[in-house]
């Protein structure tokens, strides 16, 4: 399974952004898509993930963002609103079979990272 993630950029406090992670190879073989990220210095960390129709988020990202897909397009995407300068992080899209979606080190597959930076 091969990911590519791509809509990151530089955006001011309140501003929206959506992350795309196309996806190409084996996508059968999979069960989640998730989103993650990490910022300068600090772990990475679950964002979002979606399996078939539902949908699962970081407590603290409810509201504000959301984890769709396109499964024509084999696209997964993630809105981002209200954006805030702590979301500053670099995304990465994953992929992964079986039943742990926020555990980033039971994901096989990863895209290249996107950047958002959020301006205060």
């Known amino acids: 399974v091969q990911l590519q993630a791509s809509g990151g950029g530089l955006v001011q406090t309140g501003g929206s952004l959506r992350l795309s992670c196309a996806a190409s190879?084996?996508?059968?073989?999979?069960?989640?898509m998730g989103w993650f990220r990490q910022a300068p210095g600090k772990g990475r960390e679950f964002v979002a993930a979606?399996?078939?129709?539902?949908?699962f988020y970081a407590d603290s990202l409810k509201g504000r963002f959301t984890i769709s897909r396109d499964n024509a397009k084999v696209t997964v995407y993630l809105q981002m609103n209200s954006l805030k300068p702590e979301d500053t992080a670099v995304y990465y899209c994953?992929?992964?079979?079986?039943?742990?979606?926020?555990?980033?080190?039971?994901?096989?597959?990863w895209g290249q990272g996107t950047q958002v930076t959020v301006s205060s």
């Open positions: 994953a992929a992964n079979k079986g039943v742990y979606y926020s555990d980033y080190t039971k994901y096989g597959y």
């Open positions: 190879g084996r996508t059968f073989s999979t069960d989640n």
């Open positions: 979606i399996r078939g129709a539902s949908t």
